[in-house]
């Protein structure tokens, strides 16, 4: 297996998150959440540090050296598992549970499928970021839409992959990780205030 399939297949595993999102809010409470979510960021900050530094805690050490693109693992090891996590921290911080678990879901496999789709697949570039597919935005909508209808209406499970979908294709300087859910998010929050 490629080094990307394996680091996609890693990010689609972020959709536990979507789904802890609302059972945590139910169970635990919001300040629980976002607590846990807060403390996560800084746990794997922690490690991304000891890796840097040659501390190599087990399992950990592996995940990073079997999925983390050579360049990125010099200076920034766990750098999208990292941004993944801040992403959904600040999608808890910023929208409503559902809102904000819909907005993982999104970035989960949205992301995760137009890369691979995009990668294999892409041959029709978008007019305004050559870096990006059409196939791979396609592809990568279809899958938010599937992951975000788990937790929304279909209407706005919709609306939530779109925008998600929106800000992955932009040529932002911004880490996508954190772009998607606030987009998705932003869209759903004004949607559900509209209507």
Known sequence: MDLETKR???H??????????PWAD???GFLPLATSLILAVFLLYS???AYKNNLR??????LIDISERREVIKHSPARGALMFLIGSALAVLLFEPPIAASAVAVL???????TLAGR???????PYNPEKSIQGSLAGLAAAFFGAAVILPPPYALLAAAAGMVGESLP???????VIPMFSGAAVSVATLIG
Do not use: E, H
Not at 12 to 19: C, E, P, R, T, V
Not at 108 to 114: H, N, P, Q, V
Not at 120 to 126: K, Q, V
């Open 26 to 28: 139910s169970n635990l």
């Open 47 to 49: 490690i991304s540090l």
């Open 108 to 114: 989960a496999l949205g992301d995760a499928f137009s």
């Open 57 to 62: 805690l087990p399992v950990v050490a592996w």
């Open 8 to 10: 996609q297949l890693i």
């Open 172 to 178: 932002l300087k911004i880490d996508d990780n954190v």
């Open 12 to 21: 689609m595993s972020g959709f536990a998150i979507a789904l802890y999102i």
């Open 120 to 126: 294999r697949y892409g041959t029709l570039s978008i």
